[in-house]
């Protein structure tokens, strides 16, 4: 079985025509931040999230996407999903009405205990974005 990602399959088109936004609430608020964490973004474009899964939120302002390698971050929190979907790359994530980053890839580091979901925009921690411990987050 060949995987449409790694044959640039998609690279042509966006085969998401429609999609529901996926909800959750920080269950952890992060502060630190690392100019060589070295994460390295899954090629696929998307992931699915369940219901009740918890994954990480990691802010960064390098010029990156799906296939490359992250070295400047700053750790955001841990989100519970409370509404499962599917996240795609370019997805804004939200609390309120404050867009905190848009969706720049994946890295599976820590699978099958969390993914971390790397987020393009101004590279701060949770902290710093002032976010609290059951902040509503919304994705899509």
């Not at 936004?21 to 060589?36: C, E, P, R, S």
């Not at 992931?47 to 971050?73: W, Y």
């Amino acid at each position: 079985m060949s995987d449409p990602y790694s044959r640039n399959m998609f690279g042509q088109f966006n085969p998401y025509f429609a999609k529901r936004q996926t909800t959750g609430t920080l269950a952890v608020v992060l502060d630190g931040t690392f100019d060589d964490r070295g994460l390295e973004l899954i090629s696929p474009s998307s992931r699915a999230v369940k219901t009740s899964e918890i994954h990480e939120l990691i802010l960064s302002d390098e010029d990156t996407g799906p296939g490359k390698r992250v070295n400047r971050i700053a750790y955001v929190g841990f989100v519970e999903i409370n509404r499962g979907g599917v996240i795609i790359v370019g997805d804004s994530v939200r609390t309120d009405e404050t867009v905190i980053g848009t969706v720049a890839g994946f890295d599976e580091t820590h699978m099958p205990n969390h993914l971390n979901i790397v987020l393009a925009g101004n590279r701060k921690t949770g902290r710093e974005l002032q976010l609290s411990v059951e902040n509503a987050i919304t994705i899509g």
